[in-house]
């Protein structure tokens, strides 16, 4: 459990289907052993990273518009997440709402599952998120 932070970039491929370039991060401060002491020094703060592009498909509804996608991704996070750090490839898939407050002004709330398989080790990452948005273009 931890705060998190997303940005994406999404051009039209045509009238529902979406690029769309997600960019995640999240921080665990909360996490049991990273507030402990290890052999008289603090451990790491866990951490990941997500570069996952992907497409989308929208369905443009008046004001709402509901969305799932599927992507391919890299990750990468700390030894205080898993002892298997670094860089790795991964899937994932979102599903969404966005309401279009006006042509360029929009909240959303979004839920994304991350899988990376790595030495064995599968690596799930989800998010749940609320947020904002500006959007340039017609």
């Given at each position: 459990m931890?705060?998190?932070?997303?940005?994406?970039?999404?051009?039209g491929l045509g009238e529902?289907?979406?690029?769309?370039?997600?960019?995640?991060t999240s921080v665990?401060?909360?996490?049991a052993d990273s507030n402990s002491e290890q052999?008289?020094?603090k451990t790491e703060t866990p951490w990941a990273l997500g570069i996952a592009p992907g497409l989308l498909y929208r369905w443009d509804v008046f004001q709402f518009v509901p969305y799932a996608g599927f992507g391919l991704g890299f990750y990468s996070w700390n030894n205080a997440v898993s002892e298997s750090?670094?860089?790795?490839?991964?899937?994932?898939?979102r599903?969404?709402?966005?309401?279009?407050?006006s042509r360029?002004?929009?909240?959303?709330?979004?839920?994304?599952?991350?899988?990376?398989?790595?030495?064995?080790?599968?690596v799930p990452w989800l998010q749940l998120g609320v947020g904002a948005a500006h959007a340039w273009g017609w």
């Open positions: 931890g705060p998190s932070l997303e940005g994406y970039l999404r051009t529902s289907l979406d690029f769309d370039l997600q960019i995640l665990h401060p909360f996490q052999a008289g020094s750090a670094g860089g790795h490839f991964g899937a994932s898939g599903v969404g709402l966005d309401y279009l407050l360029s002004v929009i909240l959303s709330v979004q839920a994304s599952v991350h899988v990376v398989l790595s030495d064995g080790l599968q």
